[in-house]
Nanobody
Framework: QVQLVESGGGLVQAGGSLRLSCAAS????????MGWFRQPPGKEQEFVAA????????YYADSVKGRFIISRDNAKNSVYLQMNSLKPEDTAVYYC???????????????????WGRGTQVTVSS
């Protein structure tokens, strides 16, 4: 059974930082591209960042480019999202997802992803 478990969310002031982690089990982690998505209150889910299976390719939404960094550790079956210079508009539930994508790239559409975590809440106060 595949499980993706996010952690590291919480309440932070604007300008602060948080590091989200996602631990994967039940799958061959290095066979999957990984992504982070978020759902702000009252809005639809949106793409945040993605990373290829090797970590060699990364992708970011324009809204987080230059502030967030996605990384992965295949030996630990984990993917991370370092979030810096947080803004109130970053407030959302953050989800990690796994995509059985062949090739050293990653996709940005939610429909491309096969497995999802339950999410972790990030709240940024002004």
């Amino acid at each position: 059974q595949v499980q993706l478990v996010e952690s590291g969310g919480g309440l932070v002031q604007a300008g602060g930082s948080l590091r989200l982690s996602c631990a994967a089990s039940g799958l061959t982690f290095s066979n999957y591209a990984m992504g982070w998505f978020r759902q702000p209150p009252g809005k639809e889910q949106e793409f945040v960042a993605a990373i290829s299976w090797s970590g060699g390719s990364t992708y970011y939404a324009d809204s987080v480019k230059g502030r967030f960094i996605i990384s992965r550790d295949n030996a630990k079956n984990s993917v991370y999202l370092q979030m810096n210079s947080l803004k109130p508009e970053d407030t959302a539930v953050y989800y990690c997802a796994a995509d059985r994508f062949v090739g050293d790239a990653a996709r940005t559409r939610t429909s491309s992803y096969d497995y999802w975590g339950r999410g972790t809440q990030v709240t940024v106060s002004s």
